[in-house]
């Protein structure tokens, strides 16, 4: 049985494949560009039909960068297909975005969705394709560490922690920030013993963007005291998952805290 991750080349994939490699999985890590993690290049995931017989097993990861109109829907048309043919053996990988901003201390998978972005809309969709087709939906919430977008508010942080104010738009949000190797580690137990459904991977824990300022400012070893911190908007905004559906399931939990995962993005970032 071979792992078939696509989106092998992006942030998560490309830590997924080699986790999985690690564990003496047989992996193909898909892309439509060549990388260090990627062995299988393609020009539209739709070919990947073409390996659903045999057992193999996938975890779909790519599209999360889909923008015109015409992406979308061809995106959308690649799931229908590709959960047609995987059914109970594929893993789509959704998004905490698909609830929108919640107030409740945590959401679980019974709350209602409130998907008011266009990439939202479009996770859901694609989630329903996957649920009528016997496989397993993951909606991760927010994932940190090395090799992850530089638009990340952490990168916003780092670039300014030689002034003396750090200018982010909104301080207050609070986000359940989960480390990759938990969200690695999470994914593999779910291929030794896949079971249908809809569930939450998070840490369950909520922290404020300035939590994170603070945290990084401690490791680097300032003082926060000289900081001002300016923000454009101070609209509570809030976020936090319950993975217990998940934990319990795939006797999983995360092990990496907040303050961990900075330490060792910071400390990768310095190689």
């Not at 992406?71 to 109970?88: D, F, P, Q, W």
């Not at 959401?107 to 969705?113: D, F, K, N, P, R």
């Not at 996957?130 to 990168?155: A, E, H, Q, T, W």
């Not at 939990?253 to 961990?260: C, P, Q, R, S, V």
Request: proline share 1%; aromatic share 10%; glycine share 6%.
């Amino acid at each position: 049985m071979k792992v078939i991750v696509t989106g092998s080349s992006g942030f998560i994939g490309s830590h997924l494949t080699k986790k999985l490699i690690s564990l003496n999985k047989e992996v193909m890590g898909v892309s439509r560009k060549k990388s260090l993690f990627s062995n299988y290049n393609v020009s539209s995931y739709s070919s990947l039909v073409d390996f659903s017989n045999n057992k193999n097993f996938l975890i779909h990861l790519a599209g999360s960068n889909l923008n015109t109109d015409s992406e979308i829907n061809e995106g959308k048309k690649v799931i229908k297909e590709l959960s047609n043919a995987y059914k109970n053996r594929m893993i789509y990988i959704s998004s905490a975005a698909v609830y929108g901003n919640n107030s409740l201390n945590k959401v679980s998978e019974l709350c209602a969705t409130n998907a008011f972005t266009n990439y939202a809309k479009n996770k859901l969709i694609c989630e329903g394709h996957v649920i009528r087709n016997d496989g397993i939906v993951l909606r991760l919430s927010n994932v940190f560490g090395p090799r992850m977008s530089n638009k990340s508010v952490f990168y916003d942080i780092l670039k300014q922690v030689n002034k003396s104010t750090i200018h982010l738009e909104n301080f207050s949000a609070e986000r359940d920030f989960i480390f990759i190797d938990d969200i690695c580690n999470a994914i593999s137990n779910v291929i030794d013993n896949p079971i249908k459904g809809v569930y939450n991977v998070s840490t369950g824990y909520g922290n404020t963007i300035k939590n994170i300022c603070d945290y990084i400012l401690d490791i680097k070893g300032l003082d926060k005291l000289k900081f001002i911190y300016a923000s454009k908007n101070k609209i509570k905004s809030r976020l936090v998952l319950d993975p217990q559906l998940f934990q319990k399931t795939f006797k999983w939990d995360a092990k990496i805290t907040l303050e961990m995962g900075i330490k060792n993005f910071i400390q990768k970032e310095r190689k």
